[in-house]
């Protein structure tokens, strides 16, 4: 399985680019979003970013990981 997150772009340097969420700051590749600009939020995938968010989008996903990882992990479903 696979999974992209959401992360806010805080540097651009040429195709590479900063993003960063919760204290986590990873490089990243920016040449499938290449109009991708510090402050947008990117979706990240293998160290890609693949997608440009806006930051309502972002958030209702972050919202939604986040409440998945507070789920119990004992394999009981509610």
């Known amino acids: 399985m696979c999974l992209a997150i959401p992360m806010k772009l805080i540097e651009v340097q040429g195709a590479r680019g900063i993003v960063a969420l919760g204290g986590i700051r ?3 590749m920016l040449t499938l979003t290449p109009d991708a600009r510090i402050g947008d939020y ?7 970013a ?3 968010l806006n930051e309502e989008e972002a958030e209702q996903t972050l919202d939604l990981l986040r409440e998945i990882s507070e789920k119990p992990t004992d394999g009981t479903a509610d």
């Open 26 to 28: 990873k490089e990243i």
């Open 42 to 48: 990117v979706i990240i995938h293998a160290g890609y």
């Open 50 to 52: 693949i997608e440009i």
